[in-house]
């Protein structure tokens, strides 16, 4: 029974890998027990990478962190089936007795940029602690086809470090991992414009989308802008650094970063993953158990193309149907199906959106209090990044219930101090109310005007009533017969809190009490 179990158990677990592998992988036959990583392509059939190896050259020393000797970089000839043979020292004028690796070259061969020690000009740099740290640099070729004119990048720093470059297809972005001050994590990705004068812009992070708490490494980014780095900050991380993908979309915003899976990841560190232009191979590097050592370079064919999930936005903005006033406060909710995806209660600006999946159905509500609620169904494309803008527009409710009177749903009307005069913006609300009265033309409306409670009690009596003529007249002389419309001022006598005579109050609670209320007399006309 045991054995049976033992079986089960292996056949689910080859079954899971199975249905994850994306790529078929191979370990190069020219790995060493050490250090061999880092694969940049220098044209078709060569590439470039960093080894720890002893050649026949006379190298001593050797680096204590890990008893190697000293990274420098190497070139192999690539043949047919991706390894990597005939392997050489690539450049007497780019190493050095430090650590080189990690470079990244122009299309046309004339430009490198690397990764080194602070060291330059054989001298060493030290930050304030005393620690050699990681630098890049750009060289160029000269005449006799060596490398020259070495620099030291704009942004470098002996204080933090720099390092891992990559060029993107169009060769106007270097993309690099540095943590220099604002990074989120131990290292960070950044990114860098190249100016068309050969100067570069400010550094750039590529933001919490890309960077974690932890380490971001080894970027490469393909000719249709999909950036494979390395991180061991995500929580789906196989173990160690996990390589991953994402791209820029048309919002600059990336897409969620996707881990590749097996059997690129595994639960040791990998990492330095790139692509051959028009290709479907490449190689990447990695610790894992069954290596020939330290670290080694494998080659890979990718058997399925890496898909991204699609997604859209659906923006849009809440508005007065009658007016087309903008709605602070418009509950807005996203449905897909019958399921209530996302709720926003927007702000001042009125403005929701949402991230949607492509070729969906959705239907967008708003509901606000006092208003029917309005809804938008919307089917997204099958493109990748689209916006469709969306305007819901909400009508006023007609009536509305307070303190158990059905009344009009109107928004305050305001009169200038001590006047009794119809103002323009109280026209306005006014005008709604002969509208729904011409709708609806056997209701009856009374009129009740109240004010606070900070004048004397008589002159508020008296206030309120010429308020409330004046505004029956107004209605009647636009059209509503005089027997469907009448009122009175009821001064202080009726207010809605405790702000009486001698209560201190703050003005916002004495403005609830000074209101013009439109109450239906007779309901029951009404369809519901």
């Not at 690539?90 to 602070?118: G, I, M, P």
């Not at 936005?313 to 807005?332: F, Y």
């Not at 729904?436 to 009596?461: C, F």
């Not at 009448?486 to 201190?504: D, W």
Request: hydrophobic share 35%; net charge negative.
């Amino acid at each position: 029974m045991k054995k049976i179990t033992l079986i089960l158990l292996l056949f689910c677990a080859s079954f899971v890998n199975a249905q994850e592998q994306e790529y078929s992988i191979k370990n190069v036959s020219s790995n060493t027990k050490y250090q061999d990583f880092g694969v940049s392509y220098f044209g078709k059939n060569t590439a470039v990478f960093a080894s720890a190896r002893k050649d026949k050259s006379i190298r001593k020393r050797v680096w204590l962190i890990n008893n190697q000797p000293f990274l420098e970089l190497y070139k192999g000839t690539i043949i047919e089936n991706g390894d990597i043979t005939d392997v050489k020292r690539f450049s007497k004028a780019l190493n050095t007795k430090f650590h080189e690796s990690n470079v990244a070259f122009t299309k046309d061969l004339n430009t490198v940029y690397f990764t080194r020690n602070n060291y330059i000009d054989k001298k060493i740099k030290k930050d304030t602690t005393g620690m050699i740290l990681n630098q890049m640099y750009k060289a160029q070729v000269g005449l006799e086809g060596e490398w020259t004119n070495i620099q030291s990048m704009p942004f470098n720093s002996d204080n933090y470090q720099t390092g891992h470059p990559t060029l993107n297809e169009a060769e106007d972005k270097l993309y690099f991992i540095s943590d220099m001050p604002g990074s989120y994590g131990l290292t960070d990705i950044y990114v860098v414009d190249i100016h068309a004068d050969g100067t570069y812009g400010e550094p750039k992070n590529l933001g919490s989308g890309v960077n974690t708490s932890r380490k971001e490494m080894f970027p490469f980014i393909d000719q249709h802008n999909v950036l494979y780095y390395s991180s061991n900050g995500f929580p789906d991380s196989k173990g160690g650094l996990d390589v991953y993908a994402t791209k820029l979309g048309k919002n600059n915003e990336y897409h969620e970063p996707l881990n590749l899976g097996f059997p690129i990841n595994s639960n040791k560190d990998d990492y330095s993953f790139v692509k051959q232009n028009g290709t479907k191979s490449g190689y990447f590097s990695s610790n894992r158990m069954g290596g020939k050592g330290d670290d080694d370079i494998y080659s890979f064919i990718e058997l399925n193309p890496l898909s991204f999930a699609c997604s859209q936005e659906i923006a849009g903005v809440a508005r007065d149907k009658n007016s087309g006033a903008l709605l602070p406060g418009t509950l807005v909710t996203l449905y897909k199906g019958e399921e209530k995806v996302e709720s926003i209660l927007v702000g001042t600006d009125a403005v929701f959106n949402f991230r949607v999946d492509c070729e969906a159905s959705y239907k967008v509500v708003g509901e606000k209090q006092s208003y029917k609620e309005d809804s938008k169904e919307l089917t997204t494309s099958d493109k990748d990044d689209l916006k469709t803008d969306s305007v819901l527009y909400l009508e006023q409710d007609e009536f509305i219930t307070v303190r158990g009177h059905l009344m009009l749903n109107i928004n305050p009307i305001y009169f200038d101090l001590d006047k009794a005069e119809i103002r323009d913006d109280a026209a306005i609300e006014l005008e709604r109310v002969v509208v729904i009265m011409t709708k609806y033309p056997g209701l009856v409306v009374q009129i009740g005007s109240h004010t606070d409670s900070r004048a004397p009690d008589n002159y508020n009596w008296i206030l309120s009533n010429k308020r409330a003529i004046a505004t029956t007249e107004w209605i009647i002389t636009n059209g509503i017969d005089r027997n469907r419309i009448f009122g009175g001022g009821y001064g202080e006598t009726q207010l809605v809190n405790e702000c009486s005579n001698g209560v201190k109050c703050t003005d916002e609670q004495h403005q609830l009490n000074r209101r013009t209320e439109f109450i239906i007399i007779n309901p029951g006309i009404i369809k519901q």
